[in-house]
């Protein structure tokens, strides 16, 4: 059974960074597409950013504004989200998720369409 594990968030100051990992196991996450989502207390999941299987392709929402930066690691398994300038708003639970498998898969914003998650982490930005 595929697992998927992040690490890295925490507390941090307004303007401050994070960066969020997430290790997969039991699956070739070349071939998925990967994103991230969050959820911030009382409000839906919503998608932060995302990638294609071939690492081409690259979306994100509009409040991110430049201020992260997903990346992958095939080979290590595991992906990224660099995360700068963090605002008090940015404040909730960050979910790694992964969508596949194909020979390529396109990005996806509709958090259904992906097929394996991780447990979350939670991102505090507060002074």
């Known amino acids: 059974q595929p697992q998927l594990v992040e690490s890295g968030g925490g507390l941090v100051q307004p303007g401050g960074s994070l960066r969020l990992s997430c290790v997969v196991s039991g699956l070739d996450l070349e071939l998925y597409a990967i994103g991230w989502f969050r959820q911030a207390p009382g409000k839906e ?15 994100y929402a509009d409040f991110v504004n430049g201020r992260f930066t997903i990346s992958r690691d095939d080979a290590k398994k595991t992906m990224f989200l660099q995360m700068n300038n963090l605002k008090p708003e940015d404040t909730a639970i ?14 996806s914003t509709n958090y259904y369409e992906y097929d394996y998650w ?3 982490t939670q991102v505090t930005v507060s002074s």
């Open 45 to 59: 999941r919503t998608g932060v950013s995302y990638m294609s299987s071939s690492g081409g392709g690259t979306k």
């Open 118 to 120: 991780g447990q979350g």
């Open 94 to 107: 960050y979910y790694c998720a992964a969508k596949g498998p194909g020979l390529y898969v396109g990005i």
